[in-house]
């Protein structure tokens, strides 16, 4: 299967709308194949941020660059003539739009065509018979991947990618 564009899948940890961890993957549109990555913790003075299940404390963060920073790295170095995916891409466009936004890049530049991994993982699991809880966590394992303990963004995009290659080339195979 060739994909029209390369595939950059995206991680955002840290907080609904307060990340404070970007992560990155670019895959190759035929192949699937990891090509180049990112991975960047986001400034965010985390006083009343909750941690949730990333682990990034506040020393962490300090003297990492600011949302419009990583912003920029990011763009200058994937451009935008990518796919989007994610897992679950609802909250990560999201968020990739406000720090684009902040670094004044018009989030518009990316194709409105993304690809959101979590619904056809679910669905891909369903149709083999499983009957397990439709979160990140579990469809993970699910997949094979061990428990992961504190989310971290390049290895949640790894995982993704691990996916979208499982799922493409059982279909293409099949």
Known sequence: MKFLKDIL????????????????????????EEKDRFVSYIYLDMQGVPSLKSGITQDMLDGAPQPDEVAKKFYNKFGTNVFIASFVSDLDIENLRNIMNKAGINPLEYDYHTLDIWPIAYI???????????????????????????????????????????????????
């Open 9 to 32: 899948v995206i991680d955002f940890e840290g907080g609904h709308y307060k990340p404070k961890q970007l992560g990155a993957v670019l895959l190759d549109k035929e192949t699937l």
């Open 124 to 174: 891909y699991l369903l149709k083999n018979g499983y009957e397990g809880n439709y979160d990140s966590e579990n469809i993970f394992q699910a997949f094979g991947f061990p428990p992961r303990g504190n989310h971290d963004a390049l290895e949640d995009v790894r995982i993704t990618a691990s996916i979208l290659r499982k799922i493409t080339f059982d279909l293409t195979n099949s």
